[in-house]
Every structure is written in structure tokens, then in C-alpha cells.
Nanobody, 135 residues
Framework: EVQLQASGGGVVPPGGSLRLACTASGVRFDEYGVGWARQAPGRKREGVAF????????FYEDSVRGRCTISRDNAKNTVYLEIDSLKVEDTAIYFC????????????????????????????WGSGTQVTVSS
């Protein structure tokens, strides 16, 4: 059974920081690029960030660029997403997803051209972790 488990969410005041983690089991994480997406109530799921399987390229959505760092530790089968200077509009359920490694380059190319991550063609979607930014 393949599972991606997201964790690290919580309630944070505006301006605070969170470090989310996505841990995979049942797969070799080093064979997958991993991205984060989020969904707020009543809104469509949107991409946040992506990192290739070898950490040689990343993509950030405009909404988080400059405030967000995606990283990975393949030995731990874990990908992290740190968001700083959190805003109320960052409130959402955050999901991680995995794409086969050969899809990582095309994904970033498309994301850069369109200004947003394509969310299709993911091999696996993980559980969500709730991020609530509130004073």
C-alpha cells in the first residue's frame, strides 16, 4: 500500500511560520517529484510548490514565492514545505502529491509558462493537513 502522509499543520497567527512534512511509505520517494497543493473551503485546489526527485529544480506559485521553501530528504522519504510570513489567505488544507521523476521537468516547464502548477498526472495524493492562519 502506498501512502503519503502530510503533517505539521496547525493554527498560527499572521506572520508566523509552519513547516509541513510529507512522508511516503510503500514507494521509493527518490523516484518521484513531490508537490504541495492546497484547498480552501469552496475553492478549487491550487498548486503551491514542487521539487524534483533529485532536488535540482523547484517551482513556487506566485502567492507563496519568497515566503516558501520546499526541500526533501530522500533518506527519510520526506518532503518539507516551510511557509514563512503566513497570511490569512494561506488558510487551507495542504496536500502533497507525487509525480514520477520523468514528469518533473515537464511539470516545472508548464508551471513556469502558465504561472501555476498542473495538478493532473500525479501518481499519488496524500492526506491533507490543516493550516489555519488566524489571530
Amino acid at each position: 500500500e502506498v501512502q503519503l502522509q502530510a503533517s505539521g499543520g496547525g493554527v498560527v497567527p499572521p506572520g508566523g511560520s509552519l513547516r509541513l512534512a510529507c512522508t511516503a511509505s510503500g514507494v521509493r520517494f527518490d523516484e518521484y517529484g513531490v508537490g504541495w497543493a492546497r484547498q480552501a473551503p469552496g475553492r478549487k485546489r491550487e498548486g503551491v510548490a514542487f521539487i524534483t526527485s533529485r532536488s535540482d529544480n523547484t517551482f513556487y506559485e506566485d502567492s507563496v514565492r519568497g515566503r516558501c521553501t520546499i526541500s526533501r530528504d530522500n533518506a527519510k522519504n520526506t518532503v518539507y514545505l516551510e511557509i514563512d510570513s503566513l497570511k490569512v489567505e494561506d488558510t487551507a488544507i495542504y496536500f502533497c502529491a507525487a509525480w514520477r521523476s520523468h514528469l518533473g521537468g515537464p511539470l516545472i516547464t508548464i508551471a513556469q509558462a502558465a504561472g501555476s502548477m498542473p495538478l493532473n498526472d500525479a501518481s499519488y495524493w496524500g492526506s491533507g493537513t490543516q493550516v489555519t492562519v488566524s489571530s
